[in-house]
């Protein structure tokens, strides 16, 4: 049963344009959301996280949006960069958990 | 900055073979744990620890150990290699429970024969 979908394998994105990375999660009990970049043969690294107390985060050119009624997470980069060319994976956990349960990751290409 | 050091980045090893995957954190982070990451699996988690000696199995513990000894390091133990352990291997640590950053090493290629 997978609690964390990222049904979009890939995406190719303009320099430029705006990136848009989705995720879905079933269980109801998450209360907080990360976003992780990886490039190959490297560790995931954090890009940006949110709380169910809140519905958009923002960092420079990331911005995380979540709608809990759709139990939906995206990520959104503006504007896209060819160093942005990595697979994103969203993660969540529920607080006093340990248990941070991940997506299977979309890898986004930035075409110059 | 928290820094997580995975002592091998890439490995070769036989089937069979007993294999030891070393991870070091440098901010006396409570939690500790091990990832392994396949193509289209995403992160599976083999093992967690929230404190010295103590550890829990994840997801897929099967044919793993692990020790934690001290605070600041996490080993990953493969007692016998198999092929199917052939995998990117992702030590990461966060402060406490709950809501925190997971930060992660840069990763261990492991490739069994």
């Known amino acids: 049963d997978q609690q964390v979908k990222q049904n979009s394998p890939s995406l190719s994105v303009q320099e430029g344009r705006i990136s848009i990375l989705n995720c879905d999660y079933t269980?109801?009990?998450?209360?907080?959301f990360l976003w992780y970049k990886k490039y190959p043969a490297e560790g995931p690294t954090f890009l940006i996280s949110?709380?169910?107390?809140?519905d958009k985060n923002e960092d420079g050119r990331f911005t995380v949006f979540l709608n809990k009624s759709a139990k939906h997470l995206s990520l959104h980069i503006v504007p896209s960069q060819p160093g942005d060319s990595a697979v994103y994976f969203c993660a969540a956990i529920h607080s006093g958990t340990y248990k941070y349960i991940f997506g299977t990751g979309t890898r986004l290409k930035v075409l110059a | 900055d928290v820094k997580v050091t995975q002592s091998s980045r890439y490995l070769v090893k036989r089937t069979g073979e007993k294999v030891f995957l070393e991870c070091v954190q440098d901010?006396?982070?409570?939690?500790m744990f091990w990832y392994r990451q396949d193509p289209g699996l995403g992160l599976r988690l083999i093992y967690f620890?929230?404190?010295?000696?103590?550890?829990e199995k994840g997801d897929i513990p099967e044919g793993y150990s692990v020790s934690r000894e001290k605070k600041e390091r996490f080993s990953l133990i493969l007692e016998s290699a198999s092929t199917n352990q052939t995998s990117m291997y992702l030590c990461?640590?966060?402060?406490?429970?709950?809501?925190?950053?997971?930060?992660f090493g840069a990763g261990s290629r492991l490739t069994v024969l």
């Open positions: 269980n109801s009990m998450f209360d907080y």
């Open positions: 901010m006396d982070h409570e939690n």
């Open positions: 990461a640590s966060s402060f406490s429970l709950g809501a925190n950053v997971l930060t």
């Open positions: 620890s929230y404190d010295v000696k103590m550890k």
């Open positions: 949110i709380s169910s107390i809140k």
